[in-house]
């Protein structure tokens, strides 16, 4: 298949209130689209960054009648007539207390084609003064989720899965030529891990990484790395937001994705 794909990973530091975020997504969708992006990807908790309760009110259904989150999302992509993949955002699940983390693409006439339903929960003590215990309120998915988006298949993940790379092998295997990454990474770990962790998915699946990061000081005290990127296949850091909000912008280019797998057939010398 041939064709090339301009993808961009948003930067925000997202706080609290809901409008605030929301207004600011349809700016930095817009910034994206006049760079020729096609696919806008936004950090996990685009939406809201902030207590428990306040995730737990803000969460909303997906796939029903939408509320203000999807509803602002549908309508920055209308707008720029873009594919947005709305980083993670909370989704009601059945059990009222634990919302799931949802990463849901939203295609460029608003309707919403995929959802995904983050697996790995950030259950951590990183010595950052902070304890992350997602698991406590928030529900885990149970399956991976590509979505076809022209002629690349785009597969889905949020923020802590990226240290698990048997679900990035699940991904490529289901045909996988580009990976999306929302996330929060604190600042202790993203400074040491997420350019290492990023560039070996990058490398193992022999396919573009788009990370999309929150930055800067949130409410509770979190603190975040950003430097949301784009990874090529050969693992080069092709793009990347410098300090506070931004937007990095990249194209993917399939024949590099074929000649990269074709000059050093990993994929094909799998045996486990």
């Given at each position: 298949m041939a064709g090339n794909l301009r993808v961009a990973a948003v930067q925000m530091s997202s706080q609290d209130d809901v409008g605030a975020n929301l207004a600011r997504i349809?700016?930095?969708?817009?910034?994206?689209?006049?760079?020729?992006?096609?696919?806008?990807?936004?950090?996990?908790?685009?939406?809201?960054?902030?207590?428990?309760?306040?995730?737990?009110?803000?969460?909303?259904a997906v796939g029903s009648a939408p509320g203000p989150i999807l509803t602002a999302v549908a309508e920055a992509a209308r707008r720029a007539r873009v594919h947005v993949i709305a980083g993670g955002m909370p989704e009601r699940a059945a059990d009222p207390a634990r919302p799931y983390n949802a990463c849901v693409v939203v295609s460029p006439d608003g309707n919403t084609i995929a959802k995904y339903r983050k697996v790995h929960l950030f259950d951590v003590d990183v010595g950052d003064g902070?304890?992350?215990?997602?698991?406590?309120?928030?529900?885990?998915?149970?399956?991976?989720?590509?979505?076809?988006?022209?002629?690349?298949?785009?597969?889905?993940?949020?923020?802590?899965?990226?240290?698990?790379?048997?679900?990035?092998?699940?991904l490529v295997a289901a045909g996988a030529d580009v990976l999306v990454i929302p996330a929060?990474?604190?600042?202790?770990?993203?400074?040491?891990?997420?350019?290492?962790?990023?560039?070996?998915?990058?490398?193992?699946?022999?396919?573009?990484v788009v990370a999309a990061a929150q930055w800067g000081t949130h409410p509770r005290g979190r603190r975040t790395y950003g430097k949301s990127l784009v990874a090529d296949p050969w693992g080069d850091v092709v793009a990347q937001c410098a300090e506070g909000e931004g937007v990095a912008v990249a194209d993917v280019d399939r024949a590099y994705i074929e000649r990269v797998r074709a000059n050093l057939p990993a994929l094909r010398h799998r045996r486990l």
């Open positions: 349809t700016v930095l969708v817009a910034q994206a689209a006049d760079a020729g992006a096609e696919i806008v990807v936004l950090p996990e908790n685009f939406a809201y960054f902030g207590s428990e309760e306040g995730k737990r009110a803000a969460a909303e902070q304890r992350y215990c997602e698991s406590a309120s928030t529900t885990p998915g149970d399956a991976s989720v590509t979505v076809t988006i022209g002629s690349f298949v785009v597969g889905l993940s949020v923020c802590y899965d990226l240290r698990f790379p048997e679900l990035y092998r699940q929060a990474f604190t600042m202790v770990t993203g400074k040491d891990h997420w350019h290492v962790l990023l560039r070996a998915r990058a490398i193992e699946s022999q396919a573009y």
